[in-house]
């Protein structure tokens, strides 16, 4: 089983990966973040750090995901906190002109080397519900974010999403604390179960 949790920053990918990992002992894939040298920089100057950050997160992200394929380092098993293709969507909204048309080509090359996930769990929350997130889990980077990007961003996700073509669950959740509520944590849980076992069904 390779299963991935998507969405926007602070809607909480991570801990339900954490969560699902345990629940299957499955391998936890996280993604690097505060690895980026160039991140913090990005956040600050958009335009003057842009294309450094999107190679470094497509390089890194390949090197990790193309693990999975390998006999011996992954065995059984594995959950990721992201799916290759969010690396196209954040460099789509952050390059232009000729940078954008290099990274598309590095993408293009590169892609098609991955694994398929056999789900995609896509997490989705408002604006107000991820800034909250954000705030509360305090990276000093993430502290100036923008709304006006986060909806940009969650516009794009909802674009990708909705012509997704392999195995996907969207959850709202914005309405679930499965972090703090032991109920809500079961009942995503379930619903996970739920979209596996009918993947492996039409299988």
Known sequence: MYLVIEGPIG????????????????ELNLEVVEENPF??????????????????????????LSALAQPGLFSGNVVSDYLFAKDFIFAAMNLKDAEFALYEDLYSHLSPRLPTPDLVVYLRADTD???????????????????????????RYDEYFRTY?????????GD????????????????????LTAGQAAD
């Open 39 to 64: 991140l913090a920089r990005f956040y600050e100057q958009p335009e003057a750090y842009a294309f450094q950050v999107q190679v470094f997160f497509l390089l890194s992200r390949f090197k990790q």
């Open 176 to 195: 679930i604390d499965f972090v703090g509520n032991p109920e809500h944590e079961e009942l995503i849980l379930a619903r996970v179960h739920e979209a």
């Open 11 to 26: 809607v909480g990918k991570t801990s339900l990966a954490r969560r699902l990992s345990a629940r299957y002992g499955a």
């Open 165 to 173: 073509a392999g195995p996907l669950l969207t959850v709202q959740a």
């Open 129 to 155: 519900e991820l800034l909250r997130r954000i705030a509360r889990r305090g990276r000093p980077f993430e502290q100036d974010m923008q709304a006006a990007y986060l909806a940009e961003l969650t516009a």
